[in-house]
C-alpha cells in the first residue's frame, strides 16, 4: 500500500513537471527570444519549481552544499537523473551544459538550451564539440558562465562503474578553466529510469577547484577520485550502501 501511494504520488508529481516545463516555457518565450537574460530566467524559474514541488509533494527536500562557483570555470559533475541538473543550475548564476546534440529537437528544453548557451554533442564526436567549444570561447561567441559537463557522459545509477572521460582535462586545459568537481547522492532518490520517487535529502556538492596544469593521468585520475569518493559518502549518509 506503501508503495502505491508513493508511486501514485511520483506520477502526479511527473505529471505537473512537465505541464508546468511546457507553461514555463510558453509564457517566457517572447522574452526568451529577444534576450539571454530572459532565456535564463525562465530556466531558473523551472529550476526552482521543480525543487520545491519535489520537497512537497514527494517529500523530497535539497541540500547545496561547499560554494558554488560565480566565476568562469569548468563543473564536472556526477550526473545520476534530471533532477542533479536543475539543482546545479539553480545554485549557480549563469549555467550552461555540454548535452547531446538530440537534445536541441527537443520542445522547450532544446531551444531554451540553445539561447543560454549550452554546448550541443554529435554522438560520436565528443572532441569535435570540444574544440569548438574552445574556438568559441577565444572568439567570445560563447556566453561566460559556468559550464556543466559530466565526465562519465552519461546518467550514472548508484553503485554503477563507468569510466571517466579525457574531455573535461583537454576543455580545461585548452581554456585554462579551472575544475570544480561536483558529487552528489540524487540517484538514491531519483532513479536513473522508472515513475517512483523517494522521500530524502539530495544533495549536490561543489568540491575544492582542480588546476588544469597538472599532467593528463594525475588530472583524471584527482577528479575520479574526487567525484566518487565524495558521492559515495552521500549516498551512504542516506542510507545506500554502495
Request: proline content about 5%.
Amino acid at each position: 500500500m506503501a508503495y502505491a501511494w508513493r508511486w501514485l504520488r511520483s506520477l502526479v508529481f511527473n505529471v505537473q513537471m512537465y505541464v508546468m516545463m511546457l507553461l514555463i516555457g510558453i509564457v517566457f518565450f517572447p522574452l526568451a527570444l529577444v534576450s539571454r537574460w530572459g532565456a535564463r530566467l525562465a530556466c531558473k524559474s523551472y529550476a526552482n519549481w521543480v525543487v520545491w514541488t519535489a520537497g512537497w509533494m514527494l517529500g523530497l527536500k535539497s541540500e547545496v552544499r561547499g560554494e558554488p562557483p560565480t566565476d568562469e570555470v569548468i563543473l564536472a559533475a556526477k550526473h545520476m537523473s534530471f533532477f542533479d541538473v536543475l539543482l546545479i543550475f539553480s545554485a549557480v548564476p549563469a549555467g550552461k551544459f555540454i548535452m547531446k546534440r538530440e537534445v536541441l529537437f527537443m520542445p522547450i528544453i532544446g531551444q531554451y538550451g540553445a539561447r543560454i548557451g549550452c554546448v550541443p554533442v554529435k554522438r560520436g564526436k565528443r572532441g569535435a564539440a570540444i574544440k569548438q567549444m574552445v574556438e568559441d570561447v577565444e572568439s567570445g561567441a560563447a556566453e561566460p558562465g559556468q559550464l556543466v559537463i559530466y565526465s562519465q557522459g552519461t546518467r550514472v545509477a548508484p553503485g554503477e562503474k563507468l569510466p571517466y572521460k579525457v574531455g573535461t582535462y583537454v576543455l580545461a586545459r585548452e581554456t585554462g578553466q579551472d575544475v570544480v568537481p561536483v558529487a552528489t547522492n540524487i540517484g538514491v532518490f531519483w532513479p536513473k529510469r522508472g515513475v517512483s520517487r523517494q522521500a530524502g535529502v539530495a544533495v549536490v556538492e561543489f568540491l575544492p577547484r582542480l588546476a588544469p596544469d597538472m599532467e593528463k593521468s594525475d588530472f583524471m585520475a584527482q577528479l575520479e577520485e574526487t567525484v566518487e569518493t565524495r558521492s559515495n559518502a552521500l549516498m551512504r549518509e542516506a542510507g545506500y550502501e554502495v
